[in-house]
T-cell receptor, first 114, second 114 residues
Framework: GENVEQHPSTLSVQEGDSAVIKCTYS??????FPWYKQELGKGPQLIID?????GEKKDQRIAVTLNKTAKHFSLHITETQPEDSAVYFC?????????????FGAGTRLFVKA | DGGITQSPKYLFRKEGQNVTLSCEQNLNHDAMYWYRQDPGQGLRLIYY???????QKGDIAEGYSVSREKKESFPLTVTSAQKNPTAFYLC?????????????FGEGSWLTVV
């Protein structure tokens, strides 16, 4: 069936460095790719998203790139800060029968060391 | 403020008991979802509802039940048939239109079997 693979599962960086998380999806009909940040004991919060008609989107220190041909998309965080430490989830979504079908990656635990 | 409210935040269940988790949204969203998250794991879909008085099973519906009598409310009952219910439960919703596949999450409910 359809799936989303996310790598790495754990990522540790020094404060100020960049962090990159990569996802690969299998359903070529997917056209919407959100990224969520989940802090301990809380619900995931949408931090950035991209639709299939663009290849890159940036919001301050966060950027997402999409390669539809290769079915890859990535999250880039620059100038990381300790408060960026969290679990990050990618997802791939498309319209399905009766609504939208969204599949999540398994998550990446990011540690930013001060 | 608009959002999704889950209650209780923490719940303890004895063996053989049914418990119900509440989810209320004031976003005027048509679709609502329940996900289960085990420690260090991703999100698994339990049930979803695209419209009032209608709902469908997700990937792990066994041992759970839901109702959707009102647009704003989508309670989840964890029945005694669910053999391993200890987990973090997330309620979510999606709206309409071009952003209809953006998922908004509540803050989650922790369920522990004692």
């Amino acid at each position: 069936g359809e799936n989303v693979e996310q790598h790495p599962s754990t990522l540790s960086v020094q404060e100020g460095d960049s962090a990159v998380i990569k996802c690969t999806y299998s359903d070529s009909a997917s056209n919407y790719f959100p990224w969520y940040k989940q802090e301990l004991g809380k619900g995931p919060q949408l931090i950035i998203d991209i639709r299939s008609n663009v290849g890159e989107k940036k919001d301050q220190r966060i950027a997402v790139t999409l390669n539809k041909t290769a079915k890859h998309f990535s999250l880039h965080i620059t100038e990381t800060q300790p408060e960026d430490s969290a679990v990050y989830f990618c997802a791939a979504s498309r319209r399905g029968d009766g609504g939208f079908k969204t599949i999540f990656g398994a998550g990446t635990r990011l540690f930013v060391k001060a | 403020d608009g959002g999704i409210t889950q209650s209780p935040k923490y719940l303890f269940r004895k063996e053989g008991q049914n418990v119900t988790l509440s989810c209320e949204q004031n976003l005027n969203h048509d679709a609502m979802y329940w996900y289960r998250q085990d420690p260090g794991q991703g999100l698994r879909l339990i049930y979803y509802s695209q419209i009032v008085n209608d709902f469908q099973k997700g990937d792990i519906a066994e041992g759970y039940s839901v109702s959707r009598e009102k647009k704003e409310s989508f309670p989840l009952t964890v029945t005694s048939a669910q053999k391993n219910p200890t987990a973090f439960y997330l309620c979510a919703s999606t709206g309409q239109g071009s952003s209809g596949n953006t998922i908004y999450f509540g803050e989650g409910s922790w369920l522990t079997v004692v």
